[in-house]
C-alpha cells in the first residue's frame, strides 16, 4: 500500500479534511464559516490537502454571495477503497467501500471454526477479495465485545474470544492501516459521518436486534469510553411485569428488545416457535397474546429511548439495528411511552428510523477505518 495521501498532515488541515469529506463537495466560503476559519488560513489548509492529493476543485458554480462562479472543493474518490469486516460467531461480512462509506462490493463468508487463528486466516481471504486490483487505504473490522486501543478484543462473547490480539494478527506487511473496534462504536461512527446523524452535533445511538446497544454522540464527537462494549445497555430493568432474560433480570432490555427476546415470548404464549416477522406480523393482524408482547415491548422501548434522552440532554434520537421493524407494528406505544417519561417542559425528543439492516454493521466498520484514517485517531 502506498502511503496515504493523509499522512503527515498538521490537525487543523484534517479537520478540514473531514469537513470536506462529510458536507463535499463545499465551497471555500462556507467552509470558512463553519470552521471560523480566515480566508488566509483557509487558503493554505486547502493547499496542503491539493497538494497531498487529498482534494481537488469541482466544477464551477455560482455563489449568490459572491456575486461570481466558485469552484467547491471536494475529496478524491477514485485514491483507493477501505474494507470494513462485521465480525459475529457465525459468519463474516465484508465490503469494500469507497472514502464516503460508499458500499462497491460485498462478500459474507460462515464461520465454522472461531479459533482466532482460522478467523483471521478467513478475513484475510475474503478481504483480498473484494479489494482485488484496488489500492487498499485501510482495513477496519468491528466486533461485539470490549476491544483496547491497541486493537486486543479483551472479550467478545459471540465468538467466544479473549484476551486476542487481533490487530497484530491481521497487520499486514505493507503497513495497510487496520482498525480493530466494538461494533456499535463502530456504527456510532458511521451514523454521525455518513448517515441519519450527519450535520447534528449532539444525538443518541440506540440499536435493537440480537442485543440492545447505545452510541453518544456529543460536541461532534463520538464518545468513547474503556467500558464501550461492555453492553451495559443490555440488561436496564424496564418493565417490572415482564418476561425475565437468560439472565434471569425480568423485563431487562434484552428480554424486553431483543429479536430472540420477542420472539421466545410471543412463541412461548403461542406454544410454538415464531420468527420474527412473523411475531410483528400476528401482531399487526390482531392476535392477543403477539399484540400483548408487541405493545409492552414497544412501551419498553420508549421508556429507554426517555431514559437516554434525559440523562444525556439530547433531543436527537437515530433508532437502528436489524429490529427496528418493532417501531412499525408498536410505533403508538413508543411514541406515549417516550413521552410520558418526559418532563412537560423538556424538548421534544426527534425520532430518527436507520432502516439499513444487518450490512449497515461491515460499512461501519469502514466508516470507522476512514474516520481514523483521515483524522489520524
Request: net charge negative; glycine share 12%; proline share 4%.
Amino acid at each position: 500500500m502506498a502511503q496515504s495521501p493523509t499522512t503527515g498532515l498538521i490537525p487543523s488541515a484534517r479537520e478540514l479534511a473531514r469537513e470536506i469529506l462529510v458536507n463535499g463537495p463545499v465551497t471555500r466560503s462556507a467552509l470558512g464559516r463553519r470552521l471560523q476559519l480566515s480566508p488566509s488560513s483557509l487558503t493554505r489548509l486547502a493547499r496542503m490537502l491539493t497538494d497531498a492529493g487529498f482534494v481537488v476543485e469541482g466544477a464551477e458554480i455560482g455563489d449568490r454571495a459572491l456575486g461570481r462562479p466558485v469552484r467547491p472543493l471536494d475529496v478524491r474518490l477514485d485514491l483507493g477503497v477501505v474494507v470494513g469486516v462485521k465480525l459475529t460467531g457465525d459468519a463474516v461480512t465484508v465490503v469494500a467501500t469507497d472514502l464516503r462509506a460508499k458500499v462497491l462490493r460485498q462478500a459474507v463468508q460462515p464461520i465454522t471454526d472461531r479459533e482466532p487463528s482460522v478467523v483471521v486466516a478467513l478475513v484475510r481471504r475474503v478481504v483480498g477479495e473484494v479489494a482485488e486490483g484496488e489500492r487498499l487505504l485501510a482495513i477496519g473490522v468491528g466486533l461485539g465485545g470490549v476491544v483496547d486501543a491497541d486493537g486486543v478484543v479483551v472479550r467478545a462473547p459471540y465468538l467466544g474470544w479473549s484476551g486476542v490480539a487481533l490487530r497484530d494478527l491481521l497487520d499486514v506487511d505493507d503497513g495497510t492501516l487496520v482498525v480493530i473496534e466494538n461494533d456499535l462504536l463502530a456504527l456510532t461512527r458511521a451514523v454521525h459521518w455518513f448517515g441519519a446523524g450527519r450535520g447534528l452535533r449532539d444525538f443518541a445511538l440506540v440499536t435493537v436486534g440480537a442485543g440492545v446497544g447505545y452510541g453518544l454522540v456529543l460536541d461532534d464527537r463520538v464518545v468513547s469510553r474503556p467500558d464501550s462494549g461492555v453492553g451495559l445497555a443490555g440488561h436496564i430493568p424496564l418493565d417490572p411485569a415482564g418476561p425475565a432474560c437468560e439472565l434471569g433480570h425480568r423485563g431487562c432490555s434484552s428480554a424486553m428488545l431483543t429479536i430472540g427476546g420477542i420472539t421466545g415470548e410471543v412463541g412461548r404464549r403461542l406454544g410454538r416457535a415464531v420468527g420474527y416477522t412473523e411475531a410483528l406480523a400476528l401482531a399487526r393482524d390482531g392476535d392477543a397474546d403477539a399484540a400483548h408482547v408487541v405493545v409492552a415491548s414497544g412501551a419498553a422501548l420508549g421508556r429507554l429511548l426517555a431514559l437516554v434522552a434525559n440523562l444525556t440532554s439530547v433531543t436527537e434520537i437515530v433508532v437502528s439495528g436489524e429490529g427496528v421493524a418493532l417501531l412499525d407494528a408498536a410505533g403508538p406505544a413508543v411514541r406515549t411511552a417516550l413521552d410520558r417519561d418526559r418532563d412537560p417542559l423538556a424538548s421534544p425528543v426527534q425520532l430518527t428510523v436507520d432502516r439499513a439492516g444487518f450490512d449497515e454493521w461491515a460499512r461501519a466498520a469502514a466508516a470507522s477505518a476512514i474516520q481514523s484514517l483521515v483524522l489520524g485517531a
